[in-house]
């Protein structure tokens, strides 16, 4: 009934808490579970980990194309059963969710998939619960993260992920989610541990203007956008993801209007920095300005001929 599909890539010393959480998991389901892991060819001994726990242990051919999405879209094909729970190899499932998954799963259909809370711990030993706070229990939410549980089918029927997109995968998935009427929720409890290491949100945010720094996702959110326009699906994606072309078509004007009406131009580019803060948060403002960079250099970064090609099944 349940496929629990985890991507990692060197993550070896991050998986055995991965699998310490996933015990439980195994102890309390009354209903099939599989787990699978996804390697993007790690050159750590996180393979060798994997294998303890894992039922199967998909390793993916190296490639300059490899990246989380590539992983889920290999996991989304292999998995066996009707619900697909997807988790990054630098997280642990919590209890609580666990509990929740174990007596409702039965109660869902194919439409509906779920989240929860996002605890993120860092490396300094210091937590944050970075969900949004606008979020209520089963609550259709606006987007969600690398940790997720979605019907199979949903998955397929709406393309997999596309894996040659580097990243903001998951706003691409959701928006065809949600023009196929998929829809997502929150349930109020922690779902994840992430465990990661801890930035200043001022050095994060001057990151995304850094390809040294951000790497390849750097490029994702113009592979999306040449993705969605070549698919002939970009009105879906701006319809469910409207914040930063509201933003982009703003800034245009204020520009255009900038060398006639001065006193126009700041007043209209004001209001999109004001709406979006209030419906989004200040730090989208430089996400979205981070975007057209994306844009001008991830275009041409979009292969859409890329099939990650698994090459060791243990």
Same mark, same amino acid.
């Given at each position: 009934m349940l496929s629990v599909v985890v991507i990692g890539k060197n993550e070896e010393e991050n998986i055995p808490r991965t699998i310490e959480s996933l015990k439980y998991l195994r102890g309390k389901a009354q209903f099939p579970v599989e787990y699978l892991f996804v390697d993007s060819a790690s050159t750590d001994h996180s393979v060798d980990i994997a294998r303890s726990f894992f039922d199967n242990v998909y390793t993916l051919e190296a490639s300059d194309y490899l990246c989380a999405s590539a992983g889920r879209y290999i996991g989304s094909l292999k998995a066996q059963y009707q619900w697909i729970l997807y988790l990054?190899? %630098?997280?642990?499932?919590?209890?609580e969710f666990i509990d929740y998954l174990c007596d409702n799963l039965c109660s869902y259909n194919i439409n509906t998939g779920i989240i929860g809370r996002y605890i993120f711990h860092y490396n300094d030993n210091t937590f944050q619960d970075k969900? !949004? $706070? =606008?979020?209520?229990? +089963?609550q259709h939410v606006g987007f969600f993260g690398g940790a997720i549980l979605l019907h199979k089918e949903a998955v397929l029927n709406t393309g /997999?992920? /596309?894996? $040659?997109?580097? $990243? #903001?995968e998951e706003i691409d998935l959701y928006t065809r989610l949600r023009a196929k009427t998929y829809r997502v929720i929150f349930i109020d409890l922690p779902m994840i541990r992430h465990y990661t290491r801890k930035e200043s949100y001022l050095a994060i945010? !001057?990151?995304? &203007?850094r390809k040294s720094k951000a790497g390849k996702k750097y490029y994702g959110f113009g592979q999306i956008l040449h993705a969605? @326009?070549?698919?002939? %699906? @970009?009105?879906? &994606?701006? =319809?469910? +993801?409207?914040?930063? &072309?509201?933003?982009f078509f703003v800034l245009i004007v204020s520009i255009i209007l900038l060398f006639s009406f001065i006193s126009l131009s700041i007043f209209i580019f004001g209001f999109a920095l004001v709406y979006i803060s209030i419906f989004k948060g200040y730090k989208y403002i430089i996400i979205y300005t981070s975007y057209i960079l !994306?844009?001008?250099?991830?275009? /041409? =970064?979009? #292969? /859409?001929? &890329?099939k990650p090609r698994v090459i060791y099944i243990e």
């Open positions: 990054d190899g %630098d997280m642990e499932l919590c209890p969900t !949004s $706070s =606008k979020y209520r229990h +089963n /997999n992920w /596309n894996p $040659s997109i580097f $990243s #903001n945010l !001057s990151n995304l &203007f969605r @326009i070549r698919n002939g %699906d @970009i009105y879906d &994606f701006i =319809k469910y +993801n409207h914040y930063p &072309f509201v933003y !994306s844009i001008l250099y991830g275009w /041409n =970064k979009y #292969n /859409n001929k &890329f």
